[in-house]
């Protein structure tokens, strides 16, 4: 399925009115959003889906957005419209009439990414969108986080901040709040941060991978510092969901190579994946430390799927100074069901289902190479 068609008509530019209302009737994902409560200090509107197509209809007026390309109009819009998705999964009721959806953002682009990736929508274009979606909150809290110009070079490198700045102001303008004011105040400060990092399209300048991963994990580094390259092994981490053929990869790749593979050592172990898994997890993290003090070179090979999880093997990983390259494997979900049933010991459709609610790509930040191993045809 194209994006337009997860998105309806596609936007104009200049002078396009969107008319959500046939979307709306045939979106399941859509109407989860009516009725889903909101924040009255933020969000006296109503509920999401009131704040959503006032966010849209905010969006096709701003002229900063008619004036893009029609793909990038396409991008923003479609953020626009799923922005809150992740608000009726974490919205919890408070004292006073209040509500909560702390979280919401993650918890959207993750609920994004299933729908889109099961829709067919090209892999780069849906990362972006996610990358909207995971991020849209940044503009108005870029000045309270603990290290800005860190947090949004690293946002940078997934998406562009003018975007990001276009969808923010959109947000605030659909929504009746007293707070609005506050809102679109800080984001004319987080449009000056971004200018003063001179963040364009994504880039940043950094001498080398080494000195990149090195800056994002120490904040007192520099981002043109020339990091020195102390090295004592490679350790290539897996990630990507089951089926996608990641023990294919390393056999074919790096059929060398030590691997630590959870299947096998659940097999090994006698761990049902519906178990318990820390016991494997900590199996795994023992091996992973014999190959680490003997210098050795090996492949972590498992799902991997949380940035979470992925950050707790990296620091592993990092605490050695072995270096990591960061492999993720995807495929459409037809050949991922397909190759799952093929397996020895197909992972059950309920444990999927919990990974697909933790399923984050990783970003280029994560580690020192990260490479996306992407098969779009079935």
Not at 166 to 188: M, V
Not at 211 to 233: G, I, L, W
Not at 264 to 289: D, H
Not at 296 to 301: A, H, I, M, P, Q
Request: aromatic content about 6%; hydrophobic content about 40%; overall charge neutral.
């Amino acid at each position: 399925m194209s994006l337009p068609g997860l998105v309806g008509a596609t936007p104009e530019g200049p002078g396009f009115e969107p008319d959500l209302e046939p979307l709306w009737a045939r979106s399941e994902w859509l109407q989860q959003l009516d009725g889903c409560p909101q924040d009255p200090i933020y969000h006296a509107e109503g509920d999401v889906a009131l704040h959503t197509r006032a966010v849209v209809a905010a969006l096709c007026s701003d002229p900063a957005w008619q004036a893009l390309p029609e793909a990038e109009r396409l991008e923003l819009y479609a953020a626009a419209l799923v922005h809150d998705l992740g608000k009726p999964r974490v919205t919890r009721p408070l004292e006073g009439g209040r509500y909560s959806s702390r979280g919401h953002p993650r918890v959207g682009a993750r609920v994004v990414r299933q729908l889109m990736w099961r829709a067919g929508v090209e892999f780069k274009l849906r990362e972006r969108i996610c990358a909207l979606v995971e991020h849209h909150l940044v503009p108005f809290q870029a000045h309270d986080l603990e290290h800005p110009q860190r947090s949004l070079r690293r946002i940078g490198l997934s998406v562009e901040l003018s975007k990001l700045a276009i969808l923010a102001r959109a947000d605030a303008l659909g929504r009746t709040s007293s707070l609005q004011g506050e809102l679109l105040a800080s984001l004319e400060l987080f449009r000056e941060l971004a200018q003063e990092l001179e963040v364009r399209g994504g880039v940043c300048p950094y001498p080398d991978p080494w000195s990149r991963f090195r800056y994002f994990r120490d904040p007192s580094r520099s981002p043109q510092a020339e990091a020195y390259d102390d090295s004592r092994a490679q350790v290539v981490v897996l990630s990507g969901l089951p089926g996608v053929g990641k023990s294919t990869w390393a056999a074919r790749e790096l059929p060398d190579w030590p691997r630590i593979s959870l299947d096998e050592l659940r097999l090994e172990l006698g761990i049902s994946p519906t178990e318990n898994q820390g016991p494997l997890v900590s199996a795994a993290r023992a091996r992973a430390r014999e190959h680490l003090r003997a210098e050795r070179s090996f492949v972590w090979d498992a799902t991997n799927l949380s940035r979470d999880l992925r950050r707790q093997v990296i620091d592993l990983c990092d605490a050695y100074r072995a270096r990591v390259r960061l492999v993720y494997l995807e495929v459409p979900p037809a050949v991922a069901e397909r190759q799952n049933r093929e397996r020895a010991a197909p992972v059950p459709r309920a444990a999927i289902e919990r990974m697909l609610r933790r399923w984050d790509v990783p970003d280029p930040a994560e580690a020192c190479e990260v490479e996306y191993r992407v098969t779009t045809a079935p």
